[in-house]
């Protein structure tokens, strides 16, 4: 696991590449609660296929679509992987899932995946979606666009990770965790779930 100095310099990096950039933020679009994760078929960095199935066991099932090269994604990385490992213990799995167009965008080819996951030793599976179709099934939208899936795999909460990705020592809404605790809790679904927002997918 990477100190945390290590995961403010990547967020912070990922601020500044933002800012001389001119990345522009889309939010995800409306998905209604209760909606059946889609069934899918992916490869994984580290060589396994993965279905919705390979995570049967999980009690709440946390689906990330992102990438690597966008700065918001990047910057979400290490929140990401600090909620898997606090989580872990209590039935909650994480999967990522990057769908941009690796033509235009080389960084995010399946081989830039790999190495990518060895760096920030991202800690659950991280799949390839080549084709698009998972990202299209989930009406996907930015990087990261995050979906929490209850037991039954339909849809809790969809909204986004917290109020202050850009400084994390000053988040006063930790969104994602609040859910997932409310979730594991048997609470309704959060009624104010605030979108998501990040790069534009790159569709093909």
């Not at 167009?101 to 996951?117: C, G, I, K, L, Q």
Request: proline share 6%; net charge negative.
């Amino acid at each position: 696991m990477k100190d945390i100095y290590s995961k403010t310099f990547i967020v912070m990096t990922s601020m500044m590449i933002i800012i001389a950039s001119g990345f522009s933020a889309v939010k995800s679009q409306r998905v209604p609660l209760g909606s059946a994760l889609p069934e899918f078929s992916l490869p994984g960095v580290d060589g396994k296929t993965y279905s919705k199935d390979s995570f049967a066991d999980a009690k709440a099932l946390v689906v990330v679509i992102t990438c690597n090269h966008c700065p918001y994604a990047k910057a979400s990385w290490p929140v990401l992987i600090g909620l898997q490992d606090e989580f872990k213990d209590k039935g909650v799995q994480f999967v990522g899932i990057n769908p941009n167009d690796a033509e235009m965008f080389p960084e995010d080819n399946f081989d830039n995946m790999v190495t990518y996951s060895k760096e920030l030793e991202i800690n659950f599976p991280y799949l390839r979606d080549e084709s698009q179709e998972t990202a299209r099934a989930l009406e996907a939208v930015c990087t990261p666009d995050v979906y929490v899936y209850a037991a039954d795999r339909t849809l809790y909460y969809h909204g986004r990770i917290n109020d202050n990705w850009q400084k994390p020592d000053q988040v006063q809404e930790h969104s994602l965790k609040n859910a997932l605790n409310s979730l594991l809790n048997g609470e309704p679904a959060p009624e104010d779930q605030e979108p998501s927002f990040g790069c534009s997918i790159k569709w093909k």
